[in-house]
């Protein structure tokens, strides 16, 4: 499978979940942003603003390649002189604060080595933990990788527990979900046809994923408490993005494309010195699940 | 001079720090929270509310020691097997748009072999830079390096300008300051009492400073814009602090209080996909001088 075929697999995949967000949305419409690199390559940033269930949505796709700079060799730790890089990213940051922030990474890496990965993932932020809505995420996750692998999901929802952790806070980022990376025929046993088949049926679940957090829910007018927690868990969602999140660190300090990796970044975010929820509220309750990181589906 | 009384200098500081910026704001009153570090010492950490002037403002204390850990030797490259620290930081977030961010921080640092520093600076990110108080700013701080060391401000300036520095969107956090660190009698001649005293009389340069920026303006209340553009400036500001600032950096990954590192956090911050203000405005007049890094003051 050349690395043109796999490009123009992810570059269908943008236009698909964006047609299907704006299904699900209802009105809000992305707006493209093509760019180009001046090493090599470049990308198409989609931005959805004010929807009526999203308050911002970013969709992008990127292929970039060019020389193997020292960042990369010290964050890759692999040995090449150029690369390529192709995927998909995505963040969703909703209006009501009882509707998830949904975010994708579905990527493809080689080296003139020779070598190649996939890596991706999807993980749910919701900003009030919902027992059941996690379980029905955890599971079509866990449908999907058992389809392709039985050690996809009890590898990658542990990997994406602790790629998603806070340790300045002692809790996660949301409830987790999967997350992979260096995955080729070698540690896996599947063919590169495969496991791009993998990375596109995950990238297509995510919409089907959306829409299972957003569209049975009758939502009265969020309260303003209810409003101020939101604010204050993208509070959050940004500390993981700016001070943890390998992807973002390495976008921003190898020189990517500022807008594109900030996409990611609510709206609006607050912080409150030492904020502490009433004990026992739907607040408490959340944190508390946030700490514990707990197995949704129990294993048999 | 003993390392007892240094604490107690950082500690009365804070106080008056206190009592003439309660005095400025006329009406919001500092909060203290005081903390104890397991492995050694502690903090007072107070901060303010919904003030006249301003809408957080955190001023903060502590006093920590203990062994030498393996972040720490990463990060100071010197040797020793026990540290003790202390210092005061402020950081405060107005409520109005044309009054400025400022942030002062003064420490000092020891090690049981003996080698100290004191280090520290005052910077100062508007909204919207006005000239004529940039030059006021940078003349007060000049002035008082001056009296302390005539290569202070010439070595101190830049250093702020390079430390305030975002690469990932080629602008300044604000219009600067001075910053030093490492400094101790070897490289500067001047004995540690006289280093104290400079960064006290820093310290308490800090309220007239703030005093200067805020008491002669009437001003009408902000316009829709004046507050957008103030919490995109805002999500600058966490940008920093959180993709580079070496101090906020360090202290999050080397487990440091979490609440006292973030209390530099502003109350809300709005990020905008590539966002461009408009040619000639206010605003994009500010961005034009975020990216030249003016000499404030010429050189005769």
């Known amino acids: 499978m050349r690395k043109e075929e796999i490009s123009n697999r992810y570059r269908s995949l943008q236009d698909h979940i964006i047609r299907e967000l704006e299904h699900i949305d209802g009105f809000g419409k992305f707006i493209g942003d093509k760019w180009q690199r001046e090493e090599g390559g470049g990308g198409h940033t989609q931005v959805l603003k004010d929807g009526t269930i999203l308050e911002k949505g970013g969709v992008a796709f990127s292929e970039v390649y060019g020389e193997v700079s020292s960042a990369m060799k010290q964050q890759l730790q692999m040995e090449g002189e150029s690369f390529f890089a192709t995927g998909v990213s995505i963040v969703l940051h909703p209006k009501h604060p009882r509707h998830p922030i949904m975010h994708m990474n579905v990527r493809y890496f080689e080296l003139n080595s020779g070598e190649y ?71 896996t046993g599947l063919s590169k046809e495969n496991l791009m088949n993998f990375c596109t049926e995950l990238g297509e679940l995510f919409p089907v994923l959306y829409k299972d957090q957003v569209r049975h829910k009758k939502l009265s007018p969020p309260s303003i408490e209810e409003k101020q927690w939101q604010a204050l868990r993208r509070g959050r969602y940004v500390e993981f993005n700016l001070l943890h999140d390998k992807g973002t660190k390495f976008g921003i300090y190898s020189g990517g494309r500022t807008e594109s ?40």
Chains 1, 2 share one sequence.
């Open 117 to 187: 990965w996939f890596g991706g993932g999807i993980d749910m932020t919701p900003h009030y933990v919902n027992h059941e809505e996690a379980v029905l995420f955890h599971q079509s996750l866990k449908d999907l990788c058992d389809r392709h692998h039985p050690k996809f999901y009890p590898e990658f929802k542990p990997w994406a527990d602790n790629y998603f952790y806070l340790p300045h806070r002692g809790e996660t980022r949301g409830i987790g979900g999967i997350f992979f990376d260096y995955k080729n025929e070698d540690n």
């Open 261 to 300: 990796i900030l996409m990611s970044m609510p709206p609006q975010a607050n912080w409150e010195y030492a904020f502490e929820p009433v004990p026992q509220s739907e607040e408490y309750q959340t944190l508390k699940t946030l700490k514990i990181i707990p197995d949704w589906i129990p294993s048999k």
